[in-house]
């Protein structure tokens, strides 16, 4: 990827009113809000920091978990080969593809599903983010990160923990909790 101040910079360029249809006057406010069917925007200072997290290399390969309103999705896109997002919520996906194909993003792929099982067809993948909060690390998630990725996990119940996945390129797995923070549950079958 460029460097941090490289993610920073185009944070600060990517206008979040855009993906906060009903509450763009709000954009500008580091919280989050709802964007319908019981969903929410993150805090803006909490997207900039999961990138950040995620380490995104040039070429990657990710995938993403929850596309929402696509606002963490065009901060991904930005600087990864690839972006393949999986949203639950027809109605979202439909309105995040219409948003991120109008800002110019073509290299982004979308699926309606079970984030909880990721998108095997696709797997590996470099970096995985997840944008919902799991009871546990979905253990199909872990089988498609590929040797050398990252996923970024909020993990808990109630107030959750932002949870680093690292596998090496032995296969073996490192867990590392991060800050608390509170996400709308991941629902699926994990």
């Known amino acids: 990827m460029g460097s941090d101040m490289d993610v920073a910079g185009y944070f600060r360029e990517l206008d979040r009113a855009l993906f906060m249809e009903g509450n763009s006057r709000y954009a500008g406010v580091d919280a989050a809000f709802p964007i319908g069917h019981g969903q929410t925007i993150s805090q803006p200072s909490l997207v900039l920091e999961m990138t950040i997290m995620l380490d995104i290399r040039p070429g990657c390969k ?7 309103s696509g606002y963490q999705t065009a901060l991904l896109a930005r600087f990864a080969g690839s ?5 639950r919520i027809e109605p979202l996906m439909t309105a995040a593809r219409e948003r991120l194909s109008r800002l110019g993003f073509s290299n982004i792929h979308y699926r309606l599903g079970d ?3 990721g998108w095997e067809e696709n797997a590996p993948y ?12 979905p253990p199909r998630l872990v089988d498609q990160l590929a040797p050398g990725g990252r996923m970024v996990i909020p993990v808990g119940r109630g107030m959750q923990t932002l949870t680093t996945v690292c596998k090496d390129m032995g296969g073996n797995v490192r867990i590392e909790g991060g800050i608390p923070v509170l996400f709308v549950d991941l629902v699926g079958d994990y």
């Open 115 to 117: 984030g909880s099982q």
């Open 83 to 87: 972006v393949y997002t999986v949203e």
């Open 62 to 68: 990710v995938l993403e978990i929850g596309t929402g």
């Open 126 to 137: 470099d970096r995985i983010m997840v944008t919902a909060a799991a009871h546990r690390i």
